[in-house]
């Protein structure tokens, strides 16, 4: 069995085309609802392996310099929503802490923004930090891409992680 997802694999490579599944993750656009339930079950794991480590739901991030929270219901509610809508940003999920911890910004870009209307405000967030994390596979080409974390940062300097989710480079 394992010869023929090999094979599988290897044929989806050279034609281009995307397997069925990739470590796990349904591709086809339709398969949402599963993609959901999987980075529910991501963020979990990651919170159970930060409480057993000692480190009260924070994740370092180099960048920045600063602890970034993972808060269950503030930074799992948006990226379940907008993770789920592709298997790439699903597959990025999986790779949260490397993610919160390497993520830079671009040159010559801004890092902080202005809070949007709605869940932004309502988590009352005075200012939101954008990075940014690059998949880099040089054998598998479907597995090169850009995802762009979003921190928001409160009155109190308390950095969560709001969302994370592929973004499509111009």
């Known amino acids: 069995m394992k010869k ?28 949402s609802r599963e993609r959901r339930s999987l980075i529910a079950k991501y963020y979990s794991n990651l919170w159970r392996k930060l409480q057993k480590e000692g480190r009260k739901n924070t994740i370092f991030n180099d960048f920045l310099g600063v602890d970034v929270y993972i808060v269950e219901k503030e930074s799992d509610k948006k990226t379940i929503n907008a993770a789920s809508k592709n298997w790439q940003s699903t597959y990025a999920v999986q790779y949260l802490e490397d993610i919160v911890r390497e993520a830079f910004c671009d040159e010559n870009t801004p890092v902080f923004f202005t809070p949007k209307k709605g869940t932004q405000t309502k988590f009352r967030y005075k200012n939101i930090a954008i990075l940014y994390y690059d998949f880099v596979n040089q054998d598998v080409p479907y597995l090169n891409f850009k995802v762009k974390l979003t921190i928001g940062i409160k009155s109190s300097e308390k950095h969560v992680q709001y969302c994370v989710n592929k973004i499509d480079v111009k």
């Open 4 to 31: 023929e997802k090999t094979t599988i694999q290897e044929n989806a490579i050279e034609t281009g085309a995307l397997p069925e599944f990739i470590n796990g993750i349904p591709t086809a656009k339709n398969r």
